[in-house]
């Protein structure tokens, strides 16, 4: 697999930092407002986050799509919090708790698609991974393609032999139904793609690749 | 039950990561000496079919979905350390790839729910197939080995927003407690009809728990009981009833109630840490000190027991 940048371990260490850095910048939590430092890291991470993605050769519109998909979860743990801010800071724990949430979630994209699958993999081995680690973590990136495409076929057939009703019925309206298909379906998955994995361990053996 | 980045202190943040490394470090080491090794590529596979089993929602009720987790279902299918190492590896492919998942927080959902519910479920099946070693039994014991690992894995995520203080622990843990076991019989539904069609095409799979009655990896075991253990100890005692037992409630009728006397240097006294100013956290720590104690004392009487019996026989 190819990286896209030639030095994937150093753009993940940074990276991560950054992500690490921008979560813990202090949100005004303890009632003493949120410093002044703490919007320059987030708005810091959010223009390199950017960046990476034109990196990438992403359009500015595809850049910003990424991350705002993500808000309504950042936004599910921030409201909470920020209503239980002591009164008076409230607004301001909001708008604190959402900006450093999606620093870090669109630091976290822009380094996804500036390295892509082949770059983390890269990356996380030059970075010490253990190498049983990073293994399993390589054969899941090569798998989850083909996985994840097996079982949206697996989804659109079943919805094509349930015309008007979709994939499932509500738990609910019909729990049996929905559990023993959900059932039957992934089970299915499970054993195509187990079987395909030996498949092809079978064929790297015969090839003469190390046990 | 993905915690992202931003909403966990740094000390939490700190505690977890390590917590996590030593537990992926221990079932690395684990899985090294196990007699029939495991392909990386079958390993992969495996992460990648539980993360596309993530991504297949159920409808619970108009508006509402619902997806499985899949730690007891890795934990029966692969055992608990190759079934941790499958976990870590699918929170680092949604941290990194998806951001489904923060990298500060990453350690402490793979504690949630890699170390706590991958050890929970399989603590859950291991114990149901010992007294079954069926195919129904490991289904059973995968039922209730995943309604376990999902009120494990949310009691922890709860403890680590509590204790970054996101949210106060009396309001978080009810909240997620409740929440979480209407998640855990679906998860446990799920898991259950999943094996169930397992065990019928190809019942090989079923790797992680044994057919022949024996527990394979008694120290996971010990981990998730311990882990359950702690999670009612430690975050269900501080809600129990103040109202007094039935001896309590007898001496107070007879009058003999002021007799009572705590034992001199008793370190709980009444289940309460002392020094500690606030209630619950006080019965709390108390529950969760007293369980490991306890867990500790069993241990050494049983390899007491364990090395007299081997010198009764040499």
New interface residues.
């Given amino acids: 697999m190819l990286s896209t940048t030639r030095r994937p371990a150093v753009v993940l260490g940074l990276g991560?930092a950054a992500?690490?850095a921008?979560?813990?910048s202090p949100?005004g939590?303890?009632g003493r407002g949120v410093p002044a430092w703490s919007w320059i890291v987030w708005l810091a991470a959010f223009v390199w986050a950017l960046s990476l993605s034109r990196m990438a050769g992403l359009r500015l519109p595809d850049a910003l799509r990424r991350v705002i998909w993500?808000a309504p979860?950042?936004a599910m743990?921030t409201l909470?919090?920020a209503w239980?801010a002591p009164a008076g800071t409230r607004g301001l724990v909001a708008a604190g708790?959402m900006a450093?949430?999606l620093?870090?979630?669109s630091l976290?994209?822009g380094?996804?698609t500036r390295l892509g699958?082949s770059g983390?993999n890269l990356g996380?081995r030059q970075l010490g991974a253990?190498q049983?680690?990073a293994?399993?973590?390589?054969?899941?990136?090569?798998?989850?393609t083909?996985?994840?495409r097996?079982?949206h076929a697996m989804?659109r057939a079943r919805e094509a032999r349930r015309p008007g009703f979709?994939a499932?019925?509500?738990?609910?309206a019909s729990?049996a139904e929905?559990?023993?298909g959900?059932?039957?379906?992934?089970?299915?998955?499970?054993?195509r793609?187990?079987e395909?994995?030996?498949a092809?361990?079978r064929a790297?053996r015969a090839r003469g690749g190390e046990? | 039950m993905h915690i992202p980045d931003g909403f966990l202190s740094a000390g939490v943040a700190g505690v977890t990561w390590v917590v996590a490394g030593a537990g992926v470090a221990s079932a690395l080491r684990a899985e090294r000496s196990d007699p029939q090794p495991m392909p990386a590529g079958i390993l992969g596979a495996a992460a990648a079919f539980v993360f596309a089993a993530q991504m297949i929602n159920v409808p619970v009720a108009p508006g509402t979905s619902g997806h499985l987790v899949g730690a007891a279902l890795a934990a029966v299918l692969l055992g608990p350390w190759r079934g941790l190492i499958v976990m870590t590896v699918v929170l680092a492919v949604q941290a990194l790839l998806f951001q489904d998942g923060g990298i500060s927080a990453f350690g402490a959902n793979v504690v949630d729910m890699g170390v706590g519910g991958v050890l929970a479920g399989y603590a859950g099946a291991a114990i149901v197939t010992r007294v079954m070693p069926t195919p129904r039994g490991a289904v059973i014991g995968g039922v209730l080995g995943a309604f376990a690992a999902t009120l494990v894995a949310a009691t922890l995520t709860g403890l680590w927003l509590g204790l970054s203080g996101l949210y106060p622990l009396r309001g978080i843990l009810p909240i997620m407690l409740v929440t979480h076991t209407a998640i855990g019989l679906l998860e446990a539904a799920l898991t259950g009809a999943i094996l169930a069609t397992v065990v019928r095409w190809r019942p090989d799979l079923v790797r992680g728990v044994s057919s022949q009655g024996r527990i394979a990896n008694p120290a996971a075991v010990m981990v998730g009981v311990i882990a359950m253990a702690l999670v009612v100890a430690g975050f269900l005692s501080p809600f129990a009833s103040s109202l007094p037992d039935g001896l309590e409630h007898a001496a107070e009728q007879l009058g003999f109630a002021g007799r009572a006397r705590a034992m001199p240097g008793a370190p709980f006294p009444d289940y309460v840490m002392p020094f500690i100013e606030s209630a619950g956290l006080a019965t709390a720590l108390a529950g969760i000190l007293g369980t490991l104690a306890a867990a500790a004392v069993g241990w050494l009487v049983s390899r007491s027991l364990g090395a007299s019996g081997r010198a009764v026989h040499d």
């Fill in positions: 991560l992500i690490v921008a979560a813990m949100v939590l303890d993500l979860v950042v743990f909470p919090a239980l708790l450093r949430g620093a870090a979630v976290g994209t380094l996804a699958p983390l996380v253990p049983r680690l293994d399993v973590f390589e054969a899941t990136l090569v798998s989850l083909s996985v994840l097996r079982a989804l979709g499932w019925s509500d738990i609910v729990p929905t559990v023993r959900f059932g039957r379906l992934v089970a299915t998955l499970l054993l793609s187990l395909r994995a030996e092809v361990e790297r046990a």
